[in-house]
């Protein structure tokens, strides 16, 4: 079975650090796609970043970025330089291509002033 | 903006009363996809559309039922909604062929509260 797994139901940091949320997957599939989704609280589902699972380059956006090893099935994402906007739930999702995603459980992430 | 519009935004309806949530697409995406999620879990799908092709989750109650009439458009119906369905409702696109990703875009969701 395919599943997604992430350890940390809740972290929080000041503004201004850096934050790691952990997310481990399990699958036999050799190519797939890995995303991480934001949902600030009573706002909507956004997308954060995805990676491709052929691609062995991490992928980055702006302040976010991903620490992808696939022989370890890990997909870390990295918050530099967290603001107060940043306070959401974080999920982590896998699919292996099939318009189905596998949702891990979520990490809220609260920033601090 | 292209983007996912779900209507209502907020829903109060009366145990057993048959409700219904719309969503609608500017995406142009040939997948639609319905998901009920409770107070911060990860959502959990219901059904999902390849254009009109409907495809049921195994453990969707039958309580819940979808129509797509056309490409923009996809409604949820809750035939008898018992308080265990009080949830967030997301409505979610995707294009054809995964669109190189596989990627899906969200609406805001409507809230439904069972009285």
């Known amino acids: 079975a395919q599943t997604v797994t992430q350890s940390q139901p809740e972290m929080s940091v000041q503004e201004a650090e850096t934050v790691t949320l952990s997310c481990t997957y399990d699958?036999?599939?050799?190519?797939?796609?890995l995303f991480w989704y934001k949902q600030p609280p009573s706002r909507q589902m956004i997308l954060v970043i995805r990676?491709?699972?052929?691609k062995q380059q991490n992928a980055t956006e702006n302040r976010f970025s991903v620490n992808f090893q696939k022989a370890a099935k890990s997909f870390s994402l990295k918050i530099s330089d967290s603001q107060l906007g940043d306070t959401a739930m974080y999920f982590c999702?896998?699919?292996?291509?099939?318009?189905?995603?596998?949702w891990g459980a979520g990490t809220k992430l609260i920033i601090k002033p | 903006d292209a983007m996912v519009i779900q209507n209502p935004r907020y829903q109060v309806t009366q145990f057993g009363k048959p409700v219904t949530l719309s969503c609608s697409q500017t995406?142009?995406?040939?997948?639609m996809y319905w998901y009920q999620q409770k107070s911060s879990q990860a959502p959990k799908l219901l059904f999902h559309?390849?254009?009109?092709?409907?495809?049921n989750e195994a453990d969707t109650p039958d309580n819940f039922q979808s129509r797509r009439p056309n490409t923009s458009f996809c409604f949820l119906d809750i035939r008898s909604p018992g308080l265990g369905d009080a949830a967030m409702y997301l409505c979610?696109?995707?294009?054809?062929?995964?669109?190189?990703?596989?990627?899906?875009?969200f609406g805001p969701g409507t809230r439904l509260t069972v009285t």
């Open positions: 990676q491709e699972a052929y």
């Open positions: 559309y390849y254009d009109k092709d409907f495809n």
């Open positions: 699958t036999s599939e050799s190519n797939y796609y």
């Open positions: 999702a896998f699919t292996p291509g099939n318009y189905q995603l596998i």
């Open positions: 995406l142009n995406h040939n997948v």
């Open positions: 979610a696109t995707s294009p054809k062929g995964g669109g190189g990703s596989y990627e899906q875009y």
